[in-house]
């Protein structure tokens, strides 16, 4: 198993990112798929977070209205589309995928948002 994310880099106040996460070695459809974030000196926490079918939904509140979870179940992708982007969103961001007991991590993407 295997999930890649990426889309993470340097940008302005304001400015948006859109982070990507690949899976590999899953039925991707069937797994819950999260986004959480890690800034330094902080412990990690749930972004958001979009269900196998699209239907349900979780938003951290400081980025509700900003940020944005999909996922193309075809290319077993999920997406964290992030507008508006604070210095407060600097942190390591990471996509999980959960079914029942099967847990599994990405590796981090580093998301610096200057002032």
């Known amino acids: 198993v295997q999930l890649q994310a990426c889309g993470g880099g340097l940008v302005q106040t304001g400015g948006s990112l859109t982070l990507s996460c690949a899976a590999s070695g899953i039925t991707f459809s069937t797994y819950k798929v999260e986004w959480h974030r890690q800034a330094p000196g902080k412990q990690r926490e749930l972004v958001a977070d979009?269900?196998?079918?699209?239907?349900?939904?979780y938003y951290l509140d400081s980025v509700k209205g900003r940020f944005t979870i999909t996922r193309d179940n075809d290319k077993n992708t999920a997406y964290l589309l992030m507008n508006n982007l604070k210095p407060e969103d600097t942190a390591i961001y990471y996509c999980?995928?959960?079914?029942?007991?099967?847990?599994?991590w990405g590796q981090g993407t580093l998301v610096t948002v200057s002032s």
């Open positions: 979009i269900s196998g079918r699209h239907d349900t939904n």
């Open positions: 999980r995928t959960l079914l029942r007991n099967l847990v599994f």
